[in-house]
């Protein structure tokens, strides 16, 4: 079974310009998590999404990010404009039910980040 | 909000037994999670705790007490391969419902 897809797997860009990170989730998960992780701030969680609606979006650092859940099978978190303190490891999630406590949520393999 | 408490690093050898503590304050509570990462891969789900108690799942094991806001996770005859990090993670029962992270302890295995 596919697990969680998250590209591209890598992106190096420069300081300003817009990044935009994608994921799929597992087929008939309905909740959708991007986190971020650094060595300095740990594993925070930015957004979660409940059946393709944002739910809590607490997390996002600033108004130059942005996330989207057109349907179920798609996300994406954008960054424009981009700033070299957004050089993080990106993670996407999705679980069955965010509501459901004993749900484990699985991780896709991340997008290494860095803005120059 | 809430705050989790865990070891940075812990250190065992081959074959022993190692226990992980996490001590969490939160607003209200639904269960307590464990992850391992390995370096540069992603967080994979080990364990999650609602109740007061053990839960056994092969060498791993994880334990909690709701009075004491207390947990543990419990590696028993270690690999080199457990050399990960490792995350409890809590869901609380109000409207924000999805997981906040420890900062990670880093387990290092020697032979």
């Known amino acids: 079974d596919a697990g969680v897809i998250q590209s591209p797997r890598h992106e190096v860009t420069e300081m300003g310009q817009e990044v935009t990170l994608r994921c799929k989730p597992i087929?008939?998960?309905?909740?959708l998590f991007w986190y971020r992780q650094t060595m300095m701030r740990g594993l925070e969680l930015l957004i979660y999404f409940n059946n393709n609606v944002p739910i809590d979006d607490s997390g996002m650092p600033e108004d130059r990010f942005s996330a989207k859940m057109p349907n179920a099978s798609f996300s994406t978190l954008k960054i424009q404009p981009s700033e070299p303190r957004d050089s993080a490891v990106y993670f996407c999630?999705?679980?069955?039910?965010?509501?459901?406590?004993?749900?484990?949520?699985?991780f896709g393999d991340g997008t290494r980040l860095s803005i120059l | 909000g809430q705050s989790l408490e865990q070891p940075s690093e812990v250190t065992a050898v081959e074959g022993a037994i190692v226990q992980i503590n996490c001590t969490y304050q939160?607003?209200?509570?639904?269960?307590l999670s464990w992850y391992q990462q390995h370096d540069g891969g992603a967080p994979t789900f080990l364990s999650y705790?609602?109740?007061?108690g053990l839960e056994e799942t092969g060498r791993f094991s994880s334990f909690l007490s709701r009075s004491d806001s207390y947990g543990y996770l419990l590696l028993q005859e270690l690999q080199m391969k457990d050399s990960a990090s490792y995350f409890c993670?809590?869901?609380?029962?109000?409207?924000?419902?999805?997981?906040?992270f420890g900062s990670g302890t880093r387990l290092q295995v020697q032979p």
């Open positions: 999630a999705s679980s069955l039910k965010a509501g459901d406590s004993n749900q484990p949520q699985h």
């Open positions: 705790n609602a109740l007061d």
């Open positions: 939160t607003s209200g509570f639904y269960g």
């Open positions: 993670a809590v869901k609380v029962d109000t409207g924000r419902r999805a997981l906040t």
């Open positions: 087929s008939g998960h309905n909740s």
